[in-house]
DNA sequence: CATGAATGAGGATTCATTCAT
DNA sequence: GATGAATGAATCCTCATTCAT
């Protein structure tokens, strides 16, 4: 459970996965990563036992730095359209900021190499979130439905839209609102 | 005069690797592939050059068999409502039926084995839909956005319903309808 | 032992043989050689019952054209320079206009695909050729050796020569003629 | 720091493909080499990164091992025919002594896997046999000739004698000089 | 006889993981 | 701990040959 291993070689290896699998595919050999993080072949297996841990260690770290990056300064007591709006701009910022984590992400969540506990634990710590969520549906025609399905397709919108916009990047601000006004319709039209 | 290539081992193969890929992933050894379908591993390649190319016609079948489950009895002359809700009704009740074929087509969107002129074959006969989205935009917010924004948007409702559902089967119904109802507010909306 | 089956396409078999070995090293697929002979790819072995078979009766073949080639207007009664030097441009000549048949029976040569019993068929006819090596010993140093030498010493200057000229084709008169002069001294030389 | 990569090895794999190349040809499988070697199917590709690359070191290492043998000790100062002597009995030693080797040479020669690279480097460091044949062409009619024609009759003319005496090993001493005697003459004869 | 699909034993190479140094 | 050589199962694909049509 300790973890005396350099932390640095331990990030160095999931910076190199990312790049490596955002280029290639899930099917980068260990031994790539291993290189580009500049760490000899064996060593990746002192800091994650097998390829699929480091899988899904990867995972639950993107996932975690997706969630800061969305909830850490949430404007609790903000209005409900300006935090939905905040939601969404991190969101969507972070994933075509970060195209090579989103794409990671992606590949990941399709893969079958990511444990149900690791799913499980992405999903933690959206309370706000949810609770957001569930005071739009307040509004609308989905007041009925759990909250979990707000969020599913408030998710769904936003990955849709950062796809997009990585097609059409040039008018990346028109699909950025557009999105958003269709979300906020979605979810508050009744 | 000799044997004539049969269609049915060539479709023996592509729902072999259906079942495999669903439960496996793409990484499934053409070997497998050929077990299951009750072939030889080297008559497989008679088949197909090679599992790219295996993969790349499959993802085109499966494409076309869901663009036919949509389109072949579209209600051109009915109400753009119940157009919608048939396009709606088509998609979602196929991914559902056939789940397997559902995850092979998700998992093979995000490959990199699709070609991109497999992809561009794969978009085309989809002017019924691209109409009925531009329709609906008429009426609300998302007026000045191409259509290709729009049928993106239903397509990406339609998958999260779809996986939802997955995950909840026993309320389905109730997610089918608010997924479409979400669906009509986010491009109705104004 | 009867050969009803039509010699055209047996012939076809052989020179597509010879295009494709010369091009492209003994390991050419028997489908190649059947296809680019305009036949089907089963149909080659109703000609010649393996590969290998096929590989000796080309050898066979390309030989029994060398030595007609050589010896079929053999002036049996000119001169002992005038012979000599008759099969030496015959030779030659021939190796350097085909050189892909000269390819292919170097290729075979060292290969371990033909059998002791073609080789041995292979040599035979030779009769004259020995003769007139016997006559050069005479007058000379390797007047005590067997006739197999110096037809074996022939040989090789001839290749050689070939060989050389196909490095140096603009000087080829040049190299063919020390060739032969070569060969006499070496022979004749006491 | 790790176990580093050992010459043996090496030299056990380039050994074993001598050995089995010798007895079966050019199409033995590397995983018969890595065997006969003593090391696993997958090491022999940390020592070579292809087939190829091992057919063309192997290649490299005779011709080097060949050459070393016969100039290593070569006499430079001796008298022309001493000299000439001297390579002729070294190479057709060494021919003879390590058949295997020799037939490996030949059959990667012809081969065509041998990169052009290869060759090149192959053919260096024969400066003083090179003057050799130049001083003997001095005296005989052969003077206008390129020195590359006589190392090109050299090396025929040995070959073929150590072939010979390959087929006719009881009478080993006899076809030596006579190959010998054939060479001087062909080179110094006018 | 001709055809070319069917077969399945290889064959070269890759790669996660182990382990000697 | 770090290193990278060693391992060998696994993978895609080839090809001589057979055989149904």
Redesign the interface.
Known sequence: MARPKSPEKRDALLAAAVQLIAE??L?VPTSKIAKVAGI?E?SLFTYFETKETLLNELYLELKVEVRANMLDTYPTHASLEVRARYIWDMYVRFGIAHSDKYKVI??LS???SIREQTKRLSMEGYEALHAMVQEMFAY???K??PY??GT??L???M??TI??IALHPSEAD??WD??F??????????
């Not at 006004?181 to 009744?190: D, L, R, Y």
């Open positions: 290639q595919g099917s000899s064996g992606t590949q399709v893969s079958d609308g025609a989905l009925d439905q979990a399905f599913a397709l998710l769904s919108l990955n849709m796809e997009f028109r699909f557009a999105g006004i269709a979300f906020w319709n979605a979810v508050t039209g009744s």
